[in-house]
């Protein structure tokens, strides 16, 4: 009897350690399951899928003001060694410099310095962008996935910042881009506010000036002009265009799964946004009842897709650009239902985007 105790007892603890060792086993293979899962979903969490692989590119930063050229004493030949891209344009056109000798050059850039509007504005910049370390890792992070999902495509040799004398946020120039620093520094700003005359310069201009459009606007402005060019045929084919434009400089600008807002995209208040998103049914229908999509009419084509204080043929709280905004929804909607590459973007034909939209 005493055997058989033993006997079972024996049993009873064999068992016990088994189950013991099972679970130890089995907590061991779910931890490292779960060690696993975490490696492989991890990226996808923090980063955006185009961060992966980022392309390796060179991408200068240069800055340029008119005190730092009279500083310098820069001549002509060493400008154009220097600046060979933007330097005939920023001085001549938006300084009003004369190129034609080393000594007009020094004489009209010191007229234009001594300007009052000039010279405060000079030191509102070299105040509000001493350190523009964050735009230039912002920037280059976005050309490189750029790059990256356009192989062939060219980047920028180089960004310059400078003082356009109000006249362009960001510009391309052959192999450079040239941002108008002056342009950011807020719309409701007194030196805006004081310096620039109101017929010129009209609050829905003004509103534009903010420092968060600046990124955007640099990759914007490269994209539409070296990637997606401008077409000829109908509204509805530029529409599109811009919506490839706008999703592109999307996606190159998400920095760790970060989404930037669709407004910043377009250059809108959130409430501009808001207002575009409630009445997209209602512009679609009013491009299909005024026959404006497969309308090539310029007049209508600015209308539709140029800055303005509202677009025109629509109530005046509506936000400017519509026609680029909705070419935006149409080509997003396709791409989330096509799961495709942005650089499939490139070759797809806006009739086949435009034949999956659904309002």
């Known amino acids: ?27 061991v293979l779910i931890c490292l399951g779960l060690m696993l899962l975490w490696f492989v979903l991890s990226p996808l969490t923090i980063s955006n899928p185009l961060d992966s692989s980022e392309a390796k590119i060179e991408l200068n930063f240069e800055r340029i003001t008119p005190t730092g050229l009279i500083e310098k004493r820069i001549n002509l030949r060493q400008l154009f060694n220097d600046y060979p891209a933007v330097s005939p344009y920023l001085l001549e056109f938006c300084y009003g410099s004369n ?13 234009f310095s001594k300007q009052e509007y000039i010279a405060k504005t000079e030191i509102e910049l070299n105040k ?3 350190d523009l370390s964050a735009h230039k890792a912002r920037i280059k992070g976005s050309f490189a996935r750029l790059k990256n999902q356009f192989d062939t495509l060219q980047t920028p040799k180089e960004i310059v910042f400078s003082n356009s004398n109000f006249n362009y946020n960001a510009t391309c120039y052959n192999e450079s881009i040239l941002v108008g620093l002056e342009r950011y ?14 017929s010129d310069f009209p609050e829905w201009i003004r509103n534009g000036m903010e420092e968060n459009f600046m990124d955007r606007d640099i990759l914007s402005s490269w994209i539409s002009t070296k990637l997606f060019k401008e077409t000829q045929g109908y509204h509805i084919e530029e529409m599109i265009r811009w919506g490839k434009i706008h999703l592109t400089t999307e996606m190159c600008l998400r920095l760790d799964n970060k989404d930037i807002p669709a407004s910043q995209v377009l250059r809108w208040s959130n409430e501009q946004y808001d207002w575009a998103v409630s009445n997209e049914v209602k512009f679609w229908k009013y491009l299909m009842d005024e026959n404006l999509l497969f309308d090539s009419n310029e007049k209508n084509r600015a209308y539709l897709l140029n800055n303005g204080p509202y677009t025109i043929g629509l109530p005046e709280e509506s936000p400017d650009r519509m026609g680029q905004f909705l070419g ?15 650089k499939e973007l490139l070759d797809i034909d806006y009739k086949l985007i435009l034949k999956s939209y659904n309002p």
């Not at 105790?5 to 089995?26: G, H, V």
């Not at 997003?332 to 799961?339: E, K, V």
Request: charged share 15%; proline share 3%; net charge positive.
């Open 1 to 27: 009897m005493i055997n058989e105790y033993w006997l079972l007892l024996t049993k009873i603890k064999n068992i016990a350690r088994y189950m013991m060792k099972s679970k130890i086993f089995y907590s």
């Open 99 to 111: 190129l034609k000798s080393d000594s007009s050059l020094s004489s009209s850039l010191i007229t």
């Open 128 to 130: 509000r962008f001493s």
């Open 185 to 198: 520094i807020g719309g409701n700003h007194p030196l805006i506010v004081e310096s620039l005359n109101p």
């Open 328 to 342: 935006y929804k149409i080509v997003l909607n396709y791409i989330q239902n096509q799961n495709i590459a942005l």
